[in-house]
């Protein structure tokens, strides 16, 4: 299972690679758009590597919501980590 601080620290660093500057630099809350400069060819750059990288799919319909560094690294939260089931007593 990969943890928090391993996925967050995964994609600034796959951002820093895209934007050629340091990860430091990076904060959760920065657009993607407006604060780091992505065009939306750079967007779809970022995430299918971030496919490749976490072996999922970023489905088209949840595109538009990724919006910040933060909403990208609590997407791949929920898709990468395996959900445990509840047990009834």
């Not at 750079?42 to 490749?52: A, I, R, S, V």
């Amino acid at each position: 299972m990969i943890s928090d601080v391993a996925i967050l620290e995964r994609i600034r660093n796959a951002l820093a690679h895209h934007l050629k500057r340091e990860a430091a630099t990076i904060l959760p809350q920065h657009s993607l758009r407006n604060d780091l400069g992505l065009n939306s060819v750079d967007t779809y750059e970022l995430f299918f590597d971030l496919e490749d990288a976490f072996d999922l799919e970023i489905h088209d319909q949840d595109i538009q919501k990724l919006v910040t560094v933060s909403d990208l690294v609590g997407y791949v939260e929920k898709r990468v980590k395996p959900t445990v089931p509840r047990t009834t007593h």
